[in-house]
């Protein structure tokens, strides 16, 4: 709750303080509007005109500040709660974007935590406002248990009766949390394939496959199980909530009873059992809110750990990514792996092993390898978003995990083939490969022109700045050969970067253009190279491209089998050499 509470005060110091002032007050004053009726009810049965009037005026009152507090509190909640919101969205965002390494976004087990977080985010802000209503609450039965302990004692064991009903929602609302967590894979599934189904891309080959009825079936079964676990939970929690409000009840009827009794022994006065009537009434509404509330409070508090495990994870990783050396200004010596191998967490399978590879300063290197034999997984070291299971990367002879994360992603740029396809404008979705720069129009289209797009502005209806996406009324639907050449032209935007990595950015582009392109950027590589000892990693399945690389890595089974230039691994007739007879005489 303290972490909800200063949220809410982070997030709008103002609104949060009237909000918890108003909420006290507003439930304060039923309190005390009970006790001038109690007061009221005994004048005028005593025909006491000065207690009379003092009653009423005290109970119209309270009845005006509790309608005014009441809508303050409304009003004010509807405002903290978009504030606290978005600025917990904020926080996610920057929390899920600071984790130097990418394993939440490929580990199962995290996904449907983030999953999870992601879909019950609006709960965040809805734990703002569940705690504060508790606060006042809880005001609100201190009063009302002290008022009853006046009429008698045992009326002080009132509210006792109300606490099965507590329990019961809040064992009801883990068994809840339980059930949507066994569940969460399958609703994860079921909205991948609601998405499947109602997105152009897949959309095709749902058609021609004649696979739209499959996607059917399997959505209706993932979510028939999610909906048969959550069925059996809502019974079972229904049935102990119905059994917590008969214990309630019971203490309710007896109450009533006891002053009742009493008012006809003369040991109490019509007042005293009016009060207790209003007083009963509402402890049976603060058990009602007070369930509702803890219910909510216990749903958001769920949600809470999320974004606390969330912030916890980034904490932890950011120190174990984070070192001490400085990153260089220009390569010298180059990157070497010493002995590395490496296997994502949680499996026992190594996708590297052993491997040991020098690339010098300088050098345009090319990474070739059947699907599966480790290629990306190189590339995912050298940024630096996982690291060795076992041996070390070093550059310049420094130990890769002894350099600052961000310095080292700063001297970095790449192209990849799942690139983002990010609706902004198009300056804007090149320019971010960049961040000072993405409002320098010049620089944008430099960068396009190395990434061999120039024509692009001049396909657009505004040029760079058009807004692209389907998001937006005005948004212009790029094709896919044109997303991926914003995409190589964000690659593009850092002029002088040590390192660029190119993991298929060109898939979408045909195989003229990627040789082409990869020609142009090659030459303007080693001319960079000269000043910075620049390395170029790139990524393709098109030997064309790859022959013209400085130096060739064959990967296979997760271990460097082959390192030379394409003549060299030609003339040795090894798997490079295969590799490239079969795919030119797919050509001849």
Known sequence: MVTVLSASFRADPVRAALNLVLTVTAMATQIVSALALKYLTDAVLQRDVGQVTTAAAALGAMGALGVVAGWGQFNLSIALRENVAAYLDARLIALATSVPGIEHHERSDYLDEIELLRTDREALGGAMEATVSNIGMATQIIGTVALLGRVHPLLLLLPLFGFPSIAAGAWAERRRQRAMESVAEDLRVSRHLFELATTAGPGKELRIFGSGQPVIDRHEATWTNADRVQDRTLVRTTAASVGGWLVFAAGFAGALLLVALRVLDRQATIGDMVLTVTLAAQVNQQITGAVGMITWLMASLKTVGRYLWLVDYAAAARPKLKGGATVPDRLVDGIEFHDVSFRYPNTDVDILRDVDLRIPAGTTVAVVGDNGAGKTTLVKLLCRFYEPTEGRVTVDGVDLDRLDVDEWRRRLSGGFQDFARLELLAREGVGVGDLPLVDDGDAVASALGRAGADGLAESLPAGLETQVGRSFV???????????????????????????????????????????????????????????????????????????????????GGRVVEVGSHDDLVGVGGLYAELYELQARAYR
Do not use: C, N
């Open 474 to 556: 005005d948004g212009v639907e790029l094709s896919g050969g044109q997303w991926q050449k914003l995409a190589l032209g964000r690659a593009m935007m850092r002029a002088t970067p040590l390192l660029l990595v190119l993991d298929e950015p060109t898939a979408a582009l045909d195989a003229e253009t990627e040789h082409a392109l990869f020609e142009r950027y090659a030459g303007a590589a080693r001319r960079v190279a000269g000043g910075t000892g620049a390395i170029t990693v790139l990524v393709s399945h098109r030997f064309s491209t790859v022959r013209m690389a400085d130096m060739i890595v064959v990967v296979d």
